[in-house]
């Protein structure tokens, strides 16, 4: 039952940053949702499946190491990709200042 939950919510993260993909209106949030999108659901994805499939402990093991590796390596590729866009000048659309009220 964990697994068919971990797959559905898998899915239900993957659909949703594919959503914030396509209506976020510029680059560092798009990257947002893109990143959220690959971590949460292909790692939820692939604990499933290490659930699910009657492999041996090797083949388990290296899915283990794949998603080890997938939380490790997607928030440095999309820092990087941001930094990137913020260096060659590229400015958010969307200003949210969180302490406005404070400081009227």
């Not at 939820?44 to 659930?51: C, E, F, K, Q, V």
């Not at 093991?61 to 794949?66: H, M, T, Y």
């Given at each position: 039952?964990i697994?068919?939950?971990?797959?559905?919510?898998?899915?239900?993260?993957?659909?949703?940053?594919?959503?914030?993909?396509?209506?976020?209106?510029?680059?560092?949030?798009?990257?947002?949702?893109?990143?959220?999108?690959?971590?949460?659901?292909?790692m939820?994805?692939?604990?499933?499946?290490?659930?699910i499939?009657?492999?041996p402990?090797?083949?388990r093991?290296?899915?283990?190491?794949?998603a080890?590796?997938?939380?490790?390596?997607?928030?440095?590729?999309s820092?990087?990709?941001?930094?990137?866009?913020?260096?060659?000048?590229v400015?958010?659309?969307v200003?949210?200042?969180?302490?406005?009220?404070d400081?009227?």
């Open positions: 039952m697994e068919i939950i971990l797959l559905l919510f898998g899915e239900a993260v993957m659909v949703f940053g594919a959503l914030g993909i396509l209506r976020f209106p510029d680059v560092y949030t798009r990257l947002h949702a893109a990143t959220k999108c690959d971590t949460g659901g292909a939820s994805i692939i604990l499933a499946l290490i659930l499939m009657d492999a402990a090797v083949v093991a290296k899915f283990l190491v794949l080890f590796l997938i939380a490790m390596i997607n928030p440095m590729v820092h990087a990709i941001a930094r990137g866009a913020y260096r060659y000048g400015k958010p659309k200003v949210v200042d969180m302490y406005a009220w400081n009227p």
